[in-house]
């Protein structure tokens, strides 16, 4: 596999220095992203990259992640507005074998082919370096006026919110760069791979190379992520879409890709999964003969949430997600667990209903007008429910009179009403 080419199908490449192609094509590589610790789990902004490094396995080559133990400590000022909070070396490394179990998910580390992947931390080799050595043995190599002429430290400097930039972060582009010069000096990489606001860090990389080695080496970045609405990709109101459930649960993040547009929909699936392009074709020529059955977008979040959590997570949430827009049973909706259901129902209307009045059973028009107000009237509720048009528990009420009892109660609390197509009602037993 042509590892450039499949990332150029994919819409993957924003910039590549000239001869890395060549070098893909004539020998086995090892190239790198470096990723930032800052939590213990990574979210779907870090995807891009992980996915470079997936492609760059299947290509044959040496995918190598780099835990930026030591500059996680620092904070890259690229596109950021404010320096970031700085973490210890024991939350670091909690970090790192978190990060490590996810990326296990994406890249063989393993097995015993000759291309496994490899992790490292540059705080292992920056921790015992000195600082008089490293800016007598590092520092000497690259001019202030280098520095100060890289796209990121230049916006960050010129912004008028900005108050300025530490020298803490001034000196990020140093240190990321000597990675680049450790990990050609120990592993022979020669390739290091990120984020189109990286591109400054990793030319000052393969340019440190040059004047210290002696040597070549290469940089390639793809495009920054984003909406076609112009917001920001992986941002939802509660934050980022993390891949650690406890952070965002499987069907929460199986609904993120259901739900993007038509447009990111054909670019996402190109970029966050390995379908082949043939199949990508397929689901888009299927998505424009009948955009309102959304292949591109259901087969975009199977793909991915089987890939980050399971197969039985993705049927989980499919099955979960069925109980508003689909034809789901009282089955189903019994079978989810506590936590999912509230998901499904978060911002239906609710009701708190006195459990001691189902003990002794209460007549459906009773409890949806006396207890919730789902009907406004008794004669509105009758007429409705003489229309079939009321379901609880997804089952429908077939008389105004029928008796609803504790037996109804979803998880021992919750009955899930449904008034006509659309409507849901969460009625919370107390």
């Given amino acids: 596999m042509n590892f450039v080419e499949e990332l150029r199908w994919r819409g993957m490449i924003q910039d590549i ?4 192609e060549e070098l893909l094509l004539k020998e086995r590589t090892s190239g790198y992203v470096g990723i930032d610790p800052t939590a213990d789990s990574l979210h779907i902004g870090h995807l891009v990259g992980v996915m470079i490094l997936k492609h760059f396995q299947r290509a044959g080559h040496t995918p190598m992640a780099l835990v930026g133990g030591a500059t996680g400590m620092i904070g890259d000022p690229s596109m ?6 700085l973490l210890d070396e024991e939350t670091l490394r909690h970090n790192q074998e978190a990060i490590k179990a996810q990326l296990a998910k994406f890249l063989d580390f393993e097995s015993n082919i000759p291309n496994k992947a490899v992790l490292v931390n540059n705080y292992d080799w920056m921790k015992d370096y000195s600082f008089l050595n490293f800016i007598r043995d590092i520092g000497k190599h690259i001019t202030v006026n280098y520095m100060m002429a890289k796209d990121s430290v230049k916006k960050r400097l010129s912004a008028e919110s900005s108050e300025g930039m530490s020298f803490t972060e ?10 680049f010069v450790h990990l050609y000096r120990e592993k022979n990489c020669r390739l290091q791979m990120g984020g189109s606001d990286q591109w400054g860090n990793i030319t000052t990389g393969a340019e440190l190379i040059r004047r210290i080695e002696g040597g070549e080496a290469f940089g390639l970045v793809c495009p920054l992520i984003t ?28 609904q993120f890709w259901l739900n993007v547009s038509d447009s990111d929909a054909e670019k996402y699936i190109k970029i966050f999964t390995a379908l082949s392009k043939d199949e990508i074709e397929a689901l888009v020529a299927e998505q424009q003969a009948a955009p309102h059955l959304r292949p591109l977008q259901k087969r975009l979040a199977e793909e991915i949430t089987v890939m980050v959590h399971s197969r039985d997570d993705y049927e989980a949430a499919v099955s979960a997600s069925e109980i508003l827009f689909g034809k789901a049973t009282s089955q189903q909706l019994h079978a989810i667990d506590e936590e999912t259901f509230l998901q499904v129902f978060e911002g239906v209307p609710q009701f708190r209903i006195d459990k001691q009045k189902l003990h002794a059973g209460i007549k459906a028009v009773d409890l949806l007008t006396e207890e919730a107000e789902v009907f406004p009237s008794k004669g509105e509720a009758r007429k409705t429910i003489q ?44």
């Avoid at 941002?235 to 891949?243: A, D, I, R």
């Fill in 80 to 85: 950021k507005s404010a320096e970031r909070k």
């Fill in 170 to 179: 001034f000196s990020y582009q140093l240190i990321q760069g000597y990675d």
């Fill in 227 to 254: 909406k076609a609405d112009g917001g920001k990709f992986g941002k939802t109101e509660s934050g980022n879409v993390w891949l650690d459930r406890r952070y965002t649960s499987p069907y929460k993040f199986y």
């Fill in 17 to 20: 220095m000239p001869g890395t």
């Fill in 387 to 430: 229309s079939a048009g009321v379901t609880i528990n997804k089952e429908k009420v077939n008389a105004f009179d029928e008796p609803i009892g504790e037996s109804h109660l979803i998880a021992g609390k919750y009955i899930v009403v449904q008034r006509g197509k659309k409507n849901y009602f969460l009625l919370i037993a107390d």
